[in-house]
Nanobody
Framework: VQLVESGGGLVQTGGSLRLSCSAN????????IGWFRQAPGKEREGVAS????????YHADSVKGRFTVSTDDAKKTMFLQMNNLTPEDTAVYYC????????????????WGQGTQVTVSS
């Protein structure tokens, strides 16, 4: 199983980034996949998730209206469009997959990507 993130980087406050996660080695349709983030000194938190089977999505309150999770099922790829970024969004962002309905908590996750750094300057 392999989850590979890309698209992180440095952006100014108010800017946008689009993260991608390429999934290989498991049956994409059977899983929920999502994004987590971890800032220095803080716990890893769920940001957004989608059930491939049902299309149900979840977005944390802190990112609602700014971040959007989506998938290209044919390419087994998940995206996170992040708009209106603030310094509080600075973290390592992880792609995750699990057999739960949605992956909202670290305990829902069976597989992790290696992470990609997002830094928002003020």
């Amino acid at each position: 199983v392999q989850l590979v993130e890309s698209g992180g980087g440095l952006v100014q406050t108010g800017g946008s980034l689009r993260l991608s996660c390429s999934a290989n080695g498991f049956t994409f349709d059977d899983y929920a996949i999502g994004w987590f983030r971890q800032a220095p000194g803080k716990e890893r938190e769920g940001v957004a998730s989608v059930s491939i089977l049902t299309g149900t999505t979840y977005h944390a309150d802190s990112v609602k209206g700014r971040f959007t999770v989506s998938t290209d099922d044919a390419k087994k790829t998940m995206f996170l469009q992040m708009n209106n970024l603030t310094p509080e969004d600075t973290a390592v962002y992880y792609c995750a997959a699990g057999l739960s309905v949605l992956v909202q908590y670290p305990t829902d996750v069976d597989y992790w990507g290696q992470g990609t750094q997002v830094t928002v300057s003020s």
